[in-house]
C-alpha cells in the first residue's frame, strides 16, 4: 500500500512549479524595467522583454496600425458614414450659428477681414470657374448673338449717310465675320483682367464695399433674417444651405485628399512615438487589464500541464518498479 503522499506531492510540487513558473514568465515581460548588472555582468533576461523591446514593439505596431487598421479607403468609408457626415454638420452648425446670428453693424469688426482672407483665398479657383463659363460653347454663342445685335443697334444709330457708306463698303459684313475673333479677344481681356493681381484686387474691394453698404443699410439685422427676407418659408433655409455647402466640401476634400492627408500626418511615426513615448508601468497596467482574466488561466493551465506532468511521474515509477 503506498503511502498518499506518493500520489500527491509530485502533482501538487508539479502544478505548483507550472502555475509559478508562468507566472514569472508573464512578470520578465514587463520586469525589471531597467537591465540589471552584477560586478559590471549584465543579468541575463533584463530588462524585460517589452522594455528592452519596446522601440521595435513600438514599430511594429505603427506598421501594422498604419498598413491595415487606417488606411486611405478605411478612413474614405468612415468619411462616408452618415454619422460621421452629421457629427460635421452638426459641429457646423454651431461655428457657423455665430456669424449668421451676428448684427449687421458689427461685420467690420469681426468678420471683415475674416471675409477678405477667404475671398483672396479663393479668388483664383473663382477665376479659373469664370474663364470657364464664358468659354462654354452656348455662353460663347450666346455671346456672339449679343455682339450682333449690339452691332445691329449701332448701325442703326448712324445717319444714312453713314449707313450708306458702311454698307457700299461692306464694312457690315467683314464686322459680322470678325466677331468671332473679336469675341475671342474680348474673352482674352477678360481673362486677364482675372488673373491680374489688380483684378483680383478690384474684385475683392468691391466685395467688401458692396458688404459695407449692407451693413450701413441693415445695421440691426443679422445675416439670418437679412436672407430670409428673400426666401420662400418652402425652402430650405440659407444657414441649413451653408451648413449642407459646407460640410459636403469639407468631406468632399477629405476623400481626395485622404491618402495625402495620412502621408502628411505618418500615422506610423505618430503610432510608434506614442507608444514609444508611454511609461512601461502604465503599459504593463494597460496590458494587464485587458487580459488579467486570459493571464490568470494561462498561470491555471500551466499548474495544470506541471500536476499532470507529475502525475505522470508517479505512473512511470510504479510501471519502473513493477
Known sequence: MRDPLFWLLPPIIGGAIGYLTNAVAIKM???????????????????????????ILAQSIGSMVERELLTAEILRARLASPDVKDGIRSALQNYTEKFFTLPAKNWPEKIMDYFLIGADTMY?????????????????????????????????KMNMLQRFL??????????????????????DQAEAIFYSDEGKKKVIESLGEEIRLLTEKHPDLNLEEILASEESQNEENAKARFDSFLTEQILNTADVQAESLLTTINIK??????????????????????LAGQLWWIN?????LGALIGFSQVILSLFLSA
Do not use: H, W
Open 269 to 290: 511615426k505618430l503610432v510608434s512615438d506614442r507608444i514609444d513615448s508611454l511609461d512601461m508601468l502604465r503599459v504593463e497596467r494597460m496590458i494587464l487589464d485587458v
Open 166 to 187: 458702311i454698307s457700299a463698303g461692306q464694312y457690315d459684313i467683314t464686322l459680322d465675320e470678325k466677331i468671332p475673333d473679336i469675341v475671342d479677344d474680348l474673352l
Open 300 to 304: 491555471v493551465f500551466g499548474g495544470i
Open 29 to 55: 515581460l514587463f520586469r525589471p524595467l531597467k537591465e540589471k548588472r552584477v560586478l559590471g555582468i549584465r543579468i541575463p533576461f533584463t530588462p524585460g522583454i517589452l522594455p528592452r523591446q519596446r522601440q
Open 124 to 156: 483664383p479657383r473663382a477665376a479659373i470657374a469664370l474663364s470657364r463659363f464664358l468659354r462654354k460653347k452656348e455662353v460663347r454663342d450666346n455671346i456672339e448673338a449679343q455682339c450682333r445685335i449690339l452691332l445691329s443697334r449701332i448701325i442703326l
